[in-house]
């Protein structure tokens, strides 16, 4: 059916599906609700172009869609109805608000002649999203929905990357509307003035401990080659912040490790005795900053560079000697047209650094059968380098986050905003947009039990991640803290688990216990090749709290 317009007249719903397709969306991740069923029925009809994912439960789906945008750079797209459904996937909001990570929620909506009664699952969404997302619409007319779709991937890609929500009122979607489609989305790169670059040249010249600090989103690979270039070329030694080392190849020699929560103590009296401190893409908040007392502030003790793609953030807190609103791909190459500055003892300082790193990563020996470290040290050997890790929160990320090295580009998938729950959605989603690629989900066994019936949509799309759960019996980060402020007042923090191999089975995954370390390496091959979702449960010893604590040292020194 046309219209008298020449553009043919179309659903609200497949207006939106229209759109997505307009802007590359190519996977979407869902659970199905009835107050979007028009869009659901567009799907259906271009269901050989975009890849629609079912998920068991709203968090899995957010989080999923919040992986795709972190892989991508392209904002993941995560469908769910409204109400329940829609405070169900907060969690995935909240995580792409605090690690910048581009996304697009659509949410079905009560229909607008029922709006501002408190109808059957009703929710303001503007009100319930504004402080978690960088912009929360309602579309009201059917014939602005490209307008809306449109301006939704801007605003997630441009600037500090982020979250966008969009409701979607019933009556809306299934109106009609002759309208054209927008025009896809462009990605806005912001360069660097160049007199900021002559600034930022004599700083550089006149450094005698330069220190390059690198994080956020916004990256890509190429991005990632013009920033080793550079490392390189100054001979400067560089950090990535929390959750974000993959920016930099973990092995290449000028490399000094992660800037954030357990940080290397050498490292972080390095950053402070620097005299130049440029910080590329990290936003500077409380985790960073190992709450805000690794670099003083609001001014710093030593000079500081402040290079950001947000103007808002810039002098937000920390009132830098040089600040630069530039994206990421646009100051790196840049960076790398500086002319090469000569500083004595900067080859000396590059070494020392990395050295430290390495000592940091050194063997640690934790209580019971099964050693940690040595199960990451295997995992590094036998697994390709473009191998993709995810994990959640909680203690047990610690063995992954400290002991593994981050080879490439977006191996990395953790969430800054500390979740729990995030590991194997993101490895599923992992794997759903690199099918050929090793993809490795690390769980505690708090941590999987929040999103673990994910297992069935692993299996049912043959998604063949391998989860490993670090079984310790208890919600381990919590009882730690608990031990240093109320030592042996144990209370709400242990657990009683099921027979997690026997629960990988039952959702037609493969399943293995690990009770030593000697166990781990046949299991992990047998996990990898079995043909299916695989789980891989590490019991460890309820004492081995964190590679360099138990619990009862912990205790110990509390009661003293």
């Known amino acids: 059916m046309t219209s008298s317009s020449s553009h043919p007249v179309r659903t609200g719903g497949q207006l939106i599906v229209d759109q997505l397709l307009t802007h590359g969306a190519e996977l979407a991740f869902c659970v199905p609700g009835e107050s979007y069923l028009p869009v659901l029925d567009a799907l259906y009809t271009v269901r050989d172009r975009i890849r629609l994912i079912t998920c068991r439960h ?23 109805t409204r109400g329940p459904g829609a405070t169900n996937a907060s969690i995935g909001v909240h995580t792409a608000f605090q690690d910048s990570t581009p996304m697009i929620l659509l949410i079905g909506q009560v229909g607008t002649d029922f709006m501002e009664r408190e109808a059957f699952q009703e929710i303001d969404y ?10 929360v619409a309602q579309i009201d007319r059917t014939d602005r929905i490209p307008e809306f779709i449109a301006r939704a991937y801007q605003v997630a890609t441009s600037g500090r990357m982020g979250p966008v929500v969009l409701a979607l009122p019933e009556d809306v979607l299934s109106g009609t509307a002759a309208v054209a489609d927008a025009r896809p989305w462009q990605r806005i790169d912001s360069a660097p003035p160049p007199e900021t670059l002559i600034k930022l040249s004599q700083m550089l010249e006149e450094a005698q401990r330069p220190f390059l600090l690198v994080g956020g989103s916004g990256w890509d690979a190429a991005a990632c080659k013009h920033l080793q270039r550079f490392v390189e070329t100054q001979r400067i030694a560089v950090g990535c912040e929390f959750r974000s080392q993959d920016l930099f190849d973990n092995a290449h020699p000028n490399y000094a490790g992660d800037v954030g929560i357990g940080i290397n103590p050498k490292l972080a009296e390095r950053v402070k005795a620097s005299d130049l401190l440029i910080v590329l893409g990290a936003r500077l908040g409380e985790i960073t900053t190992s709450g805000y007392g ?13 290079i950001y793609p947000e103007a808002d953030e810039l002098g937000r807190f920390y009132h830098a000697d040089l600040m630069i609103n530039a994206t990421m791909p646009a100051m790196v190459r840049a960076l790398g047209a500086l002319p090469k500055f000569t500083r004595d003892g900067v080859e000396s300082q590059v070494v020392a650094a990395n050295a430290d790193y390495q000592a940091w990563q050194a063997r640690k020996e934790i209580p019971g059968k099964v050693q940690m470290w040595d199960v990451i040290q295997h995992m590094d050997r036998v697994l390709p380098p473009d191998v993709i890790v995810t994990n959640g929160a909680g203690n047990y990320t610690t063995w ?7 080879r490439g580009f977006r191996t990395q998938l953790a969430p800054a905003s500390g979740a729990m729950g995030y590991g194997v959605p993101a490895g599923i989603s992992a794997k759903a947009l690199y099918p050929k690629r090793t993809v490795i989900s690390f769980a505690g066994d708090g941590c999987f039990l929040m999103t673990g019936q ?3 949509t692993a299996v049912q799309y043959q998604l063949n991640v391998v989860i490993i759960v670090v079984n310790n019996n208890m919600y381990g980060t919590i009882r730690m803290h608990q031990e240093r402020e109320y030592p042996a007042r144990v209370y709400g923090t242990s657990l009683v688990n099921p027979d997690f191999c026997a629960f990988a089975t039952a959702f037609g995954a493969h399943g293995e216990l690990v009770e030593t370390t000697e166990q781990f390496g046949p299991a992990l091959e047998r996990a990898l090749n079995a043909g299916k979702p695989a789980l891989i449960e590490v ?16 205790r110990n020194a509390a009661q003293k």
Request: hydrophobic share 40%; aromatic share 6%; charged share 20%.
């Open 294 to 306: 690794l670099i003083a502030g609001p001014v710093p003790a030593q000079r500081l560079v402040h």
């Open 400 to 406: 992954a986050h400290r002991f593994h090295r981050y």
């Open 539 to 554: 019991r460890i010893d309820s004492e081995a709290i964190t590679p360099n604590a138990t619990l009862q040292s912990i």
């Open 58 to 80: 709203e968090n899995g789906a957010a989080n999923m869609a919040e992986a795709y945008g972190k892989l991508t750079g392209k904002p993941g797209i995560c469908l769910v």
């Open 126 to 135: 503007r009100r319930m999203f504004g402080p978690m997302s960088k912009w």
């Open 454 to 456: 994910e297992l069935a």
